[in-house]
């Protein structure tokens, strides 16, 4: 992609059992566009991937929870898989970061059951949003405006369903990004 991202950072927020496709694609993606990725996680060192029916590749932690700001992120992208969020939504100090993350008004994108963790952060009231179909009731119990689409985008929000809709997905990060260089700039 020939957008130019050099000079974004960005948070990818995950643990263990996260969906090894939705960090690593939406991630060489983005580093192929220039942008600088961290993987942010509650414990440091390694967590480990889980690649469609098994346990899959470790990725190294960059930061931890109690290491990152929020406010040192231009977008923040949240992987799906069954375990990885159903931990993170467990976990106060990554809720918080969601919530702060929300707060500074900057892209957050969510794939497959990547928005659990916008749910438990109480932020998804209103919006148009897509998941995994697991989980789209919860999304709307949680005030959603649930649609079926490769790719959902409102306001700071972009979400998707599954692995297959990584390609767009990481496309409107990567176009949203661009963007809003450009109304900086």
């Not at 000079?7 to 600088?36: C, H, N, S, W, Y």
Request: hydrophobic share 40%.
């Amino acid at each position: 992609m020939a957008e130019n991202l050099h000079g974004k950072k960005i948070a990818i927020l995950a643990t263990d059992g996260f969906e090894q496709v939705e960090l690593t694609e939406p991630r060489k993606a983005l580093d192929e566009a220039g942008a600088t990725t961290e993987v942010i996680a509650p414990k440091s060192g390694e967590i480990k991937g889980w690649k469609f029916t098994e346990w899959g590749d470790k990725v190294k932690v960059d930061k931890t929870l109690d290491q990152a700001k929020a406010q040192d992120y231009d977008a923040l992208v949240l992987p799906g898989g069954v375990i990885n969020p159903d931990h993170l939504r467990m976990e106060p100090k990554a809720v918080q970061f969601v919530k702060d993350f929300v707060a500074t008004g900057r892209t957050v994108a969510a794939i497959c059951h990547g928005p659990w963790t916008l749910i438990e952060a109480g932020v998804v009231q209103g919006k148009t949003m897509t998941s995994w179909p697991s989980i789209r009731t919860d999304l709307k119990n949680a005030g959603a405006n649930v649609v079926d689409q490769e790719v959902a985008t409102d306001g700071q929000f972009i979400t998707s369903r599954k692995p297959d809709d990584i390609p767009a997905f990481s496309k409107t990060i990567i176009e949203t990004l661009s963007r809003q260089k450009a109304k900086a700039a």
